[in-house]
């Protein structure tokens, strides 16, 4: 059943007499498969003013995006008039990060593996405000969000109580960690806001120490253009010589700051029970268990369409997960990926030519 169809039918008996309206609406949320709501006030916070001079300082790199719209990110009353409220939902993806992808010899952040979270997401937060208009009981406005518009998402969700800012400028829940997906339900309706969480980072250095690039210009300060997030993801254009070798055989983003994040290692609380599968949907696809670079290497675009398609993976596009691949080649010293290597080092695409050229040096060194 269509998620806003189920969550209306049961909407209206879910306000029972006494019972707060911020209640009904968590327990939908529940209902939807969601591991963690909360609710903040639709305004600035402390985090969100930062992002100006975060931008000023340069460490946006070419994600222009973000300053276009900068106002909205930083009010999100500027996003839908009248919002009063911005109800916070996080979704656990697989079973809430403990193991890595299986593929092969190259790596893959543990988030894209399954089919694109914003597709997943975004279907069941529409259904959140399905219910959220009929718990009102009124004519209310909405909108939603997850990851691709106006909204801070993480510290709005810091706001909502959903976790911490941490040092590694992610979102870090007590007792989930940080490997969850996070959504923006932005709402007229005046809603009591939840308590934030304090920060429980404390002197705490490993996400810092263990950054492959060194992308930390200070605790919770992200450099993103020398994050592997960043070059091999949002950057189209050529990874930078001196952050090569460290990409190591990283394809598609990085997780590094998270792995060694202790509140990740913990024993975590049991996601919730899924009566939606939305689990189902985010846990890794037959087409990437066992992937190689070997693999990898060989796609066209046609292929790489089909293997990449309701992926996040896709975000990258042919060419960027190509350049990607060739790095990771370089890195891996596999005689066995010569020819493959040699083959793209032919391309009339000089970004893919000259990523070649680089690993096809390296792994004629390893050769011998």
């Given at each position: 059943m269509d998620p806003r169809r189920q969550l209306r039918r049961g909407a209206g008996a879910a306000l029972s007499p006494g019972r707060p309206l911020e209640q009904a609406i968590k327990d939908a949320a529940v209902c939807l498969g969601f591991d963690l709501v909360g609710v903040a006030p639709a305004a600035p916070t402390e985090?969100?003013?930062?992002?100006?001079?975060?931008?000023?300082?340069?460490?946006a790199g070419g994600m222009g995006y973000l300053g276009e719209r900068l106002e909205e990110r930083v009010d999100p009353r500027r996003?839908?008039?009248g919002a009063r409220s911005v109800v916070m939902v996080g979704l656990a993806y697989q079973d809430g990060g403990a193991s890595k992808p299986s593929t092969g010899d190259l790596s893959i952040a543990r988030y894209a593996v399954g089919d694109d979270y914003h597709d997943v997401v975004l279907d069941r937060l529409r259904g959140l405000a399905a219910a959220v208009e009929a718990l009102a009981g009124g004519p209310i406005e909405s909108r939603a969000y997850v990851d691709t518009g106006p909204v801070a998402e993480r510290a709005m969700g810091a706001r909502a109580g959903l976790g911490w800012i941490g040092k590694n400028s992610c979102l870090i829940h007590p007792e989930i960690g940080?490997?969850?997906?996070?959504?923006?339900?932005l709402t007229t309706l005046a809603?009591?806001?939840?308590?934030?969480?304090?920060?429980?980072?404390?002197?705490?250095?490993?996400?810092?120490?263990?950054?492959?690039?060194?992308?930390?210009?200070?605790?919770?300060?992200?450099?993103?253009t020398q994050c592997i997030a960043y070059t091999t993801i949002e950057d189209p254009g050529p990874i930078p010589e001196p952050l090569r070798t460290a990409h190591g055989d990283r394809v598609f983003g990085c997780d590094v700051c998270q792995e060694v994040c202790p509140w990740n290692s913990r024993t975590r609380r049991p996601v919730l029970t899924d009566p939606l599968a939305l689990r189902e949907q985010l846990a890794e696809?037959?087409?990437?268990r066992g992937a190689t670079l070997q693999w990898l290497l060989s796609l066209d675009e046609e292929a790489w369409r089909l293997v990449t398609r309701r992926s996040a993976v896709r975000r990258a596009k042919w060419r960027g997960?190509?350049?990607?691949?060739?790095?990771?080649?370089?890195?891996?010293?596999?005689?066995?990926?010569?020819?493959?290597?040699?083959?793209?080092?032919?391309?009339?695409?000089?970004?893919?030519?000259?990523?070649?050229?680089?690993?096809?040096?390296?792994?004629?060194?390893?050769?011998?």
């Open positions: 985090q969100t003013q930062r992002l100006r001079e975060w931008i000023d300082r340069g460490y996003v839908l008039a940080s490997y969850f997906f996070l959504g923006a339900l809603l009591e806001p939840d308590v934030p969480e304090p920060d429980h980072c404390g002197s705490c250095r490993a996400c810092l120490d263990a950054c492959p690039t060194d992308a930390f210009a200070e605790p919770y300060v992200l450099d993103a696809r037959p087409e990437w997960l190509i350049r990607n691949a060739l790095v990771a080649a370089g890195n891996r010293g596999d005689p066995a990926l010569l020819p493959s290597v040699r083959a793209h080092a032919r391309s009339t695409d000089p970004l893919i030519a000259e990523h070649a050229r680089w690993a096809l040096e390296r792994l004629q060194a390893s050769d011998g």
